[in-house]
């Protein structure tokens, strides 16, 4: 059997509807065989994208029928790199939550299968090459994002949870009905058919079914103002959803938003248009994430704030704006997972998750508040982290359009980071011991690892840019060939 | 005033969705001639019956040209009996078992549900078995077998469900289903690839290669996903009864 695209999903689904067997036969096996999943993703990763770039996009064609009459994936450098990103994300996701206790007190095969299953559809979402199957993963990261916010049972997660579901619900019904006047207009569910004749669309038409699909997606990529889901969904959802749902979720959201930017319509202004919400976005999310009391929250903000940073990137435009774009996507996969999980061993026994409750924790939680340290530093972006160089190639990038006032919003916005931020780390070095040694809980083994593997990322990528650059230069050379991404994929009708 | 907003943002959300609706004429022949294709789907009606052996469009477009999209619908589905288990999910304690919130139903109801459930069980089956012959399949026969089981969960109060065969039912559905996907794969074809069948004689109940086994597995998923969740859904603490 070659190793190809549908693996990324095919492996998956059979693992979850064999987990419910398995669990009869012992308990373990349902903490188990995630973890054999995504490792054999993580291999499936490393060899397609070596594939990728020794032959160029991989376009694989599902029940033998040709697009645009059947589904098809891409891999390309493009969607490829968001996938091992993912990929790898679960891995190091799933490392943490084995055995984590708040988990296991609760139905604990029910956690494993939904995680599994919001990773595989953030997959499907990148993937896909057709826009029917796009919105099917959408609902199945959707519906085991609600099940996971409300996943510990009580009143707050049942609020976070359903509220969730309602906005979910509702961008579903706009994509759906994006999705219906499309296919009325020029009869074709595959996208780069879309993108070959969406000329053929009168443009207000057009600019209609856009204005479905941005809204719609714009829920999942945390867009302003259809965001109001995430802070309550990221402070209530279990530590490794909360990892889950920046480093995964919302970066498919964002995958589809630039998609149909870059591929699927050519819209007069919707890259301006992308620069402005980014810009409203992450000034509404920074200057709210300063107020915040609640630390979960806070990060929340502040995850909706990079991902403005990010439409921002892609605004721009240019190739060197989309590295910096991918770079922040990375970035704030890494970085952020790393902060969502070291802040669940901070306010471990705290419920209202509150930062004046971090008094003094520097001592009795030495490794976990080092590590979360060193995501502040990388996230707010100073050397010799990670963080650094991307916020420097969309400086770089805006400074190559001449977008002076675009500079001056993102340091500022670099500065407010660098308050709140500091802010926390002055409660956790500098202020006096308020808890007992009793009340904290140590983070075990396995979560030490996982955090380690990210805060080592974050340092080697500081040190050695060049470990990710070639990548993300092959990929935002993908994104930009629209020709070349219709070419691969109806290879055979146009010939 | 905040009434009169968003009366004054619904209108010019209403004329933009009218307005794209009008472009597309009711009634209006968008498939195109048989020569000249517009779209896929008057390919699908061209093509199906010669190239997959099934006589039921929609069928061959839901389980074999667009069957990927279909795997990901039936993991929905598993998705929210799976989601709902974890959110509604209670520990038992020792000696306590659920009971339904339903009461005791009538002596009339009782006896007419008994009598009535094998025969929408047998509809429910003839519905998904004939998927690729006749109107309806996997997910209709689905979920006429769910309901055979809810007359029953809301007629006899202490009526049980093996939890066990449930989960035994769906899982084994859903492996059938993705192996079969991966089998294809395995013998060089693609994902899901219809071609290790032979696909036999046109309008017979053996027909169509793989598309009818498909179906009959997402007929039994279907069936017992909707029981898991009305059951779920119909069942409550025994303390919260009382009150």
Known sequence: MVISPVHYIAVPLLAAFVIPLFAKLNREFVRIIPGIVLLYLSY????????????????????????????????????????????????????????????????????????????????????????????????????????????????????????????????????????????????????????????????????????????????????????????????????????????????????????????????????????????????????????????????????????????????????????????????????????????????????????????????????????????AFAIVGLPPFSGFWSRLYLLLAAADKELIYLIAIILIIAVIEIVYYFRVINKLYFKDIKVKSDDVQKPSINAVISMSILGILIIAIGIYPDLVTSYLGNAADALLDKAGYIENVLVDINN | MKNIIVIALLLVVGFYLVDSFNYIKFGDNRLGAPSDEKTVGAYYLNNTVEKTGVANVITAIIVNYRGFDTLGEVTVLFLATTGLGSILYRRRKEGEHEERVTKESSYLLQTGSKILFPFVILLGIYVFIHGHLTPGGGFQGGAIVATGFLLMLIAYKNFKLGHNQLTWVESLAGITFVSIGMWGLITGGTFLENSFIPKGTLNSLFSGGIIPIIYIAVGFKVAAELTGVLDILLSIKPSKIKK
């Open chain 1, 44 to 375: 499936v990763s490393i060899v397609l994208m070596n594939q990728v770039s020794s032959t160029g996009t991989i376009s694989e064609v599902l029940a033998g029928w040709a697009p645009p009459f059947g589904i098809n994936l891409v891999f390309s450098a493009f969607s490829g790199f968001l996938a091992s990103l993912m990929t790898f994300m679960g891995l190091v996701i799933w490392i943490y939550s084995y055995r984590f206790k708040k988990i296991d007190d609760e139905p604990a095969l029910k956690f494993y299968v939904l995680f599994l299953m919001l990773i595989t559809g953030a997959i499907g979402i990148v993937l896909t090459g057709d826009i029917f199957n796009l919105f099917v993963f959408l609902e199945i990261v959707g519906i085991s994002a609600y099940s996971l916010t409300s996943f510990y049972r009580n009143r707050d997660g049942a609020e976070a949870g359903f509220k969730y579901l309602l906005l979910g619900a509702f961008a579903s019904t706009l994509i759906l009905l994006g999705i219906i006047l499309l296919y009325s207009s020029i009869g074709t569910l595959n996208m780069a058919d879309i993108a070959q004749k969406s000329h053929l669309i009168p443009t207000s038409l057009k600019v209609s079914i856009f204005i479905l699909f941005v809204v719609g997606f714009g829920i999942e990529a945390e867009m302003f103002p259809l965001n109001g889901w995430a802070p309550d969904a990221y402070s209530q959802a279990p530590g490794p959803v909360g990892a889950a749902f920046s480093g995964i979720a919302v970066k498919a959201g964002m995958y589809v938003i630039i998609r149909l930017i870059y591929t699927l319509f050519d819209i007069e202004g919707s890259f301006q248009f992308l620069i402005v919400m980014g810009l409203i976005t992450t000034i509404i999310a920074e200057v709210s994430a300063m107020k915040q009391t609640n630390l979960k929250r806070m990060l929340a903000y502040s995850s909706i704030g990079q991902m403005g940073i990010v439409m921002v990137a892609f605004g721009i435009g240019t190739r060197e704006a989309i590295i910096a774009g991918l770079f922040l996507m990375l970035n704030h996969a890494i970085i952020k997972g790393l902060l969502f999980l070291s802040s669940s061993y901070l306010v471990y026994n705290d419920d209202n998750k509150l930062i004046s409750s971090l008094s003094g924790l520097g001592k009795r939680l030495p490794l976990v508040s080092f590590l979360f340290a060193l995501g």
